[in-house]
């Protein structure tokens, strides 16, 4: 099992391998610490546990030598089947950080899941906090590889809210959100990577 974990900073472009780390931007927008903290806090306890989506995804070739040369890795065991192969790999494999981006590539619509849920319990807890204003961070990233994904896969994600929180920090409330997706095998049911990510709503 592999785990990545990264925080993006200064929207610099990174090698795929390359472990992300930094500071959060402070931004200009300042305001005093929410009106109804308290209402907001039971908010954020009721979404715990709540779905936030399931969803297959075919991962294909082309996507995965662009997201490399987007991060501007020079490897070839993204762009050539058999130094893939040499390298230990099935086939082609995923960047670290591809699992974070890959519903936007592969997801087709009449492959999607029938059963998925519906609603949107980030947009429940988000929508009251930004109505008075404030800052929405990306916060931490977290990649838990189980296997490698390469290219041929069919993954299939399950996701759901597994921690909301508020802190006090000089004088203003910060939310902190936490979701995590967890992507399995389409044919085995295996779990191949579970993503995890943290955002951050600052009054």
Same mark, same amino acid.
């Given at each position: 099992m /592999?785990?990545y974990?990264?925080?993006r900073?200064?929207?610099?472009?990174? &090698?795929?391998?390359t472990?992300?780390s930094?500071?959060?931007?402070e931004?200009d927008?300042r305001l005093?610490?929410?009106d109804?903290a308290a209402?907001? *806090?039971?908010v954020l306890?009721?979404?715990?546990g709540? !779905?936030?989506g399931k969803s297959?995804?075919v991962? =294909?070739?082309?996507?995965?030598q662009?997201? *490399?040369?987007?991060?501007l890795?020079? &490897?070839?065991?993204?762009?050539?089947?058999e *130094?893939a192969?040499?390298?230990?790999f099935e086939?082609i494999? $995923? !960047? !670290?950080?591809w &699992?974070? $981006? %890959?519903?936007? $590539?592969?997801?087709f619509e009449? @492959?999607?899941?029938?059963d998925a !849920?519906?609603g949107?319990p980030l947009a429940k *807890?988000?929508g009251?906090l %930004?109505?008075k204003?404030g @800052?929405?961070?990306?916060g =931490?990233?977290?990649?838990i590889?189980?296997?490698p994904?390469v290219?041929g896969?069919? @993954?299939?994600?399950?996701g759901k809210?597994?921690d $909301?929180?508020?802190k =006090?920090?000089?004088?203003?409330? %910060?939310?902190?959100i936490v979701? =995590?997706?967890?992507? /399995?095998?389409?044919? /085995?049911?295996e779990p191949?990577?579970?993503t995890?990510?943290? @955002?951050?709503h600052?009054a």
């Amino acid at each position: 099992m /592999t785990r990545y974990r990264w925080r993006r900073i200064d929207g610099r472009s990174v &090698s795929a391998i390359t472990a992300w780390s930094g500071i959060e931007a402070e931004g200009d927008r300042r305001l005093t610490v929410a009106d109804g903290a308290a209402s907001q *806090a039971d908010v954020l306890k009721d979404i715990i546990g709540q !779905p936030t989506g399931k969803s297959k995804v075919v991962v =294909e070739r082309g996507p995965i030598q662009h997201f *490399a040369d987007a991060v501007l890795s020079t &490897s070839p065991i993204y762009h050539n089947p058999e *130094a893939a192969r040499q390298a230990g790999f099935e086939d082609i494999p $995923a !960047p !670290p950080t591809w &699992s974070f $981006a %890959m519903e936007f $590539a592969g997801k087709f619509e009449e @492959l999607q899941p029938t059963d998925a !849920p519906t609603g949107n319990p980030l947009a429940k *807890a988000i929508g009251p906090l %930004m109505a008075k204003g404030g @800052l929405i961070l990306h916060g =931490e990233q977290e990649f838990i590889y189980h296997r490698p994904v390469v290219v041929g896969d069919v @993954l299939v994600s399950e996701g759901k809210i597994v921690d $909301a929180y508020q802190k =006090e920090s000089k004088g203003r409330t %910060m939310s902190f959100i936490v979701q =995590e997706t967890n992507w /399995t095998d389409d044919k /085995t049911g295996e779990p191949v990577v579970t993503t995890r990510f943290n @955002l951050i709503h600052r009054a």
